[in-house]
């Protein structure tokens, strides 16, 4: 069964800094992965989708890699903002390759100090 | 290009009384999957349609139910609402299923059982 684990659950850096978030997986036989960003009470914003036959995804400040063998992701966040202060999402299809059955982990919330 | 919508934003329910939530998907994407989220569980996966055809289905009990419409559109049914059911629900929309897409969510439906 798929597992999908995140740490740290909580994260403050100051304004300024760059900082990387961790995704893990059990079931590395993956069709891709997707990292969202959530504000409080809101729903879900897609950041990143990485196929599982890349390495590497980058939009703006952000950039996504994937180790399929070692079953890690990291979300890199460069030059941190307030604005960048949010819950963290990284998910996974079920094994199925369903993308209806996404398994997600518990997510980082992030807290960027001014 | 409209994102997904759902209705109604916030709901009050009593124990026991059934609820319907709303789900419009982008225009153009064909399947529609919905979500679970609370504090304690985190982002579960509810069930799945395409083509007015449920895919896949979670690990919940009878009570969930949903349906989807020709033009996409999706409703979820709650019956014997208990307050354990107090959560956000997501509903998510991609073109089509086990194409690995990229799965956009609305802002969801805030459900407290009292």
């Known amino acids: 069964k798929q597992e999908v684990t995140q740490i740290p659950a909580a994260l403050s850096v100051p304004e300024g800094e760059n900082l990387v978030l961790n995704c893990s997986f059990t079931d590395s036989a993956i069709y891709n992965l997707q990292w969202f960003r959530q504000d409080p009470g809101k729903g879900l914003t897609s950041l990143l989708l990485i196929q599982s036959s890349q390495r590497e995804q980058t939009s703006g400040r952000l950039n996504a890699s994937l180790d399929k063998s070692s079953g890690r992701s990291t979300l890199y966040i460069a030059a941190s903002q307030p604005g960048d202060s949010a819950t963290y999402l990284c998910?996974?299809?079920?094994?199925?390759?369903?993308?209806?059955?996404?398994?997600f982990g518990k997510g980082t919330k992030l807290s960027v100090k001014p | 290009k409209a994102g997904v919508t759902q209705t109604p934003r916030y709901l009050i329910k009593t124990r026991g009384q059934q609820v319907t939530l709303s789900c419009s998907p982008i225009?153009?994407?064909?399947?529609v999957s919905w979500y679970q989220q609370t504090p304690g569980q985190g982002l579960q996966f509810l069930f799945e349609?395409?083509?007015?055809?449920?895919?896949n289905k979670g690990n919940f009990p009878g009570r969930f139910s949903g349906r989807q419409f020709s033009n996409s559109r999706s409703e979820m049914n709650v019956s014997t609402l208990e307050l354990g059911d107090s959560a956000l629900y997501l509903c998510a929309s991609e073109t089509l299923p086990g194409q690995g897409n990229e799965q956009y969510f609305g802002p969801g439906t805030r459900l407290t059982v009292t």
């Open positions: 349609y395409f083509s007015e055809t449920q895919r």
């Open positions: 998910a996974v299809p079920n094994r199925g390759g369903s993308q209806g059955n996404l398994i």
């Open positions: 225009s153009g994407h064909r399947s």
